[in-house]
Nanobody
Framework: QVQFVESGGGQVQPGGSLSLSCVVS????????LGWYRQTPGKERERVAW????????DYEDSVRGRFTISRDNDKDTVYLQMNSLKPEDTAVYYC??????????WGQGTQVTVSS
């Protein structure tokens, strides 16, 4: 089945930046729309950004629009999330996955992002 390996998380102060990466394997990545999702304890996982298969279209959840930028490199089977002006409420485990999700959906281990002073 499809595999996702996320990296790049860490702890930053409010206002800081982080760049996440996700390598996707076992599927022809260039044929799929991809997204970044995040989850905090006690809450459902939410999609915060997604990008079309060719990279020409993107969309964002309202709370991150203007601060996050999603991109992809199909030659490297990788999707990225540049996060700027981070806020404490951005603290979560971040995952990448298909858009829409597969049935069943397979998830990677995610990468923890903590925004705290």
């Amino acid at each position: 089945q499809v595999q996702f390996v996320e990296s790049g998380g860490g702890q930053v102060q409010p206002g800081g930046s982080l760049s996440l990466s996700c390598v996707v394997s076992r599927i022809p990545v260039s044929l799929y729309h991809l997204g970044w999702y995040r989850q905090t304890p006690g809450k459902e996982r939410e999609r915060v950004a997604w990008i079309t298969s060719g990279g020409g279209g993107t969309d964002y959840e309202d709370s991150v629009r203007g601060r996050f930028t999603i991109s992809r490199d199909n030659d490297k089977d990788t999707v990225y999330l540049q996060m700027n002006s981070l806020k404490p409420e951005d603290t979560a485990v971040y995952y990448c996955n298909l858009v829409p999700l597969g049935a069943p959906a397979y998830w990677g281990q995610g990468t923890q992002v903590t925004v705290s002073s």
